[in-house]
């Protein structure tokens, strides 16, 4: 069994994914990179181990209920143990507004978040520092949008917006019903970054982007619980 704390990465084959894996890794965590294509995965890896991280890939579609209940005896046979989950896989839909769309979206957004963790609880509830991340995003964050909708152009689009908005509403209920325990639950808006989703004209780089489901993933014992922040910065539900 390994000494130091693990962490399952969600969706961290690439983008915002894959760079809180480099920092959880750099930081000298176990780092686990879920992949829904596990060749990706693999590769990314193998890309973190030659830098030096402790870093292994598992086979995880969010969205798909075998790949999810495979975790708990995947964990407890390789490691025995899961401290960290950061629950970052997501989608989203810009152009789309209709009800396949919604479908599409809450699937990895809001039901495979849900899947993965209830399937992990367990085991994170044995860390001497459990931590639960839910990769949000400002746009769900009702109160920003409605006080200042300037600010987000034309991205507030209701799909998203409602899925990244129920993720919040997780994210408070669970940290609620873990209060007796130690493990930790917040959201983590990571700022527009350029990767895939976040397209190109974004202005913070990746490896910025990751600072904040990183923080969040390591936070002190005295940390808070059932927030939702950007880097230091506590944002309005
Ligand atoms: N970038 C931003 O500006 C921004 C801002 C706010 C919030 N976010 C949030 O940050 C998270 C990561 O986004 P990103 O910008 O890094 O996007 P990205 O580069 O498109 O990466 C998304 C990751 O999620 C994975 N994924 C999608 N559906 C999945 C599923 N069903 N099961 C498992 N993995 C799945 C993708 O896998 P494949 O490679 O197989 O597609 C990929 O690894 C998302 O939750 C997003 O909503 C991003």
Redesign the pocket.
Known sequence: MKDHAVALI????????FEIARQLGRQGLCVVL????LE?GDAAASVLRSEGCDAHAVQ?????EQDVQALPAFFTGKFGRLDVLVN?????EWALDDLDSFRRTF???LF?VVATTYALLQLIKESPAGRIVN?????GSLTSITKHPEMFGGFVVPA?TAS?AALNGFTVALALKLGSTRVKVNSA??????????GDA?P?T?EA?ARTAVRLATLPDDGPTGRFFHLDDELPW
Do not use: C
């Open positions: 969600t969706g961290a084959n690439k983008g915002l994914g879920g992949a829904r294509d990706k995880l579609d969010v969205a798909r970052n896989a997501g989608v989203a699937e990895p957004n495979g990769q949000s995003s400002q746009l998203y990244k808006h990571p700022g527009w970054a350029r990767t895939e989703l976040g974004a913070m990746a982007g």
